[in-house]
């Protein structure tokens, strides 16, 4: 994209926003504190819509290994690669685009992305089931870092950010579970083992953190055509959306060295579901898995085309800058 529709598209981005009451200024950090331009390092942690394929990964599934294949070497680690355009989109995904770490080796990187997330993650096992055998939890993302990794990757606070990006599954496979009676209890009991993961991955070095929300998953192919579950699910993510807000501001308030940055991806979502015209958009209900699902906002049930990890990256790119929106 020219820089001049870059710029466009952020004024409609921002305008958006505000009128949707998201949070595109959420982060108000003081740009000697946190400089987007000196990252080289960039960590995540997550679920589909963030993993991306390694060539020492589980196919479809991670970067790193799986919970069979938990533990990885120096060497294992050093040599892993990247595979271009296969993520949970037709192509590349969110995370990719904000670092141009696109394919092959992230040290070849100016932005070295090193990705942990594992498709179809919950937080916790102890909580909700996994998936599949060999799925890969959040807290286990985190200890498969701090045991294999962070004595060989670098992360010098000034350079490094991690992101966060769970609950997207959480909520979708609670969501009929009759075992569960009160939502938002159990919301803080994910929450609790979510952030002491988080707590685990800053005492052991990760510093500066980027917390993602889940986004408008009511609005997808697989709820949209149920009103009733359709407003369930709206009323669990606004639950779950909250609760971490909380966690994220007591996290903070606990952590004086720690750099705290939110993202809201449930008003970005609606924002550009609400006028899908204005970004291309000309179906949103439906999905195409497909090789160029050529205006449409689903690649299929629940995660988005390529063109919307795009607008996504682009609409983080413009919070971590901090500077267009205000």
């Given at each position: 994209m020219h820089r001049s529709g870059l710029l466009s598209l952020t004024a409609l981005l921002c305008a958006l926003f505000l009128l949707s009451g998201?949070?595109?200024?959420?982060?108000?950090?003081?740009?000697?504190?946190f400089d987007w331009d000196r990252v080289r390092y960039m960590y995540a942690f997550g679920d589909s819509y963030t993993f991306v394929q390694g060539t020492e990964g589980h196919a479809n599934f991670s970067f790193f290994g799986d919970a069979f294949d938990f533990?990885?070497?120096p060497q294992q680690i050093l040599s892993n690669q990247i595979i271009p355009k296969n993520t949970s989109s037709e192509g590349a995904n969110w995370i990719e685009f904000l670092t141009g770490c696109m394919g092959g080796s992230p040290l070849r990187?100016?932005?070295?992305?090193?990705?942990?997330?594992?498709?179809?993650?919950?937080?916790?096992?102890?909580l909700l089931?996994?998936?599949?055998n060999?799925?890969?939890?959040?807290?286990?993302?985190?200890?498969?870092?701090?045991?294999?990794?962070?004595k060989v990757l670098p992360h010098p606070t000034a350079e490094t950010l991690t992101a966060w990006w769970i609950g997207i599954n959480d909520t979708g496979d609670s969501l009929n579970n009759a075992s569960i009676t009160d939502f938002p209890a159990f919301w803080e009991e994910e929450m609790t083992s979510y952030f002491k993961a988080v707590q685990k991955a800053h005492d052991n070095g990760l510093k500066t953190h980027l917390f993602i929300n889940v986004p408008a998953e009511d609005r997808s192919p697989n709820n949209?055509?149920?009103?009733?579950?359709?407003?369930?699910?709206?009323?669990?993510l606004t639950q779950f959306n909250s609760i971490l807000a909380d966690h994220v501001t007591k996290f903070k308030a606990a952590n004086a060295d720690a750099i705290v940055m939110t993202f809201d991806s449930n008003a970005l979502f609606n924002a550009v579901l609400d006028a899908p015209e204005q970004f291309g958009f000309t179906n949103t209900t439906g999905f195409c898995t497909c090789a160029?699902?050529?205006?449409?906002?689903?690649?299929?049930?629940?995660?988005?085309?390529?063109?919307?990890?795009?607008?996504?990256?682009?609409?983080?790119?413009?919070?971590?800058?901090?500077?267009?929106?205000e």
């Open positions: 998201g949070s595109a200024t959420a982060a108000k950090v003081p740009p000697r504190l533990a990885f070497t990187c100016k932005k070295q992305l090193w990705n942990f997330a594992f498709a179809g993650s919950d937080i916790d096992s102890a089931p996994l998936h599949h060999f799925t890969v939890p959040l807290v286990d993302q985190v200890n498969q870092w701090v045991t294999f990794a962070s949209v055509g149920n009103p009733t579950k359709s407003a369930l699910m709206k009323l669990h160029d699902p050529s205006g449409f906002f689903w690649y299929n049930v629940g995660h988005p085309t390529e063109r919307v990890h795009r607008l996504l990256a682009e609409a983080i790119e413009v919070q971590l800058r901090n500077t267009l929106c």
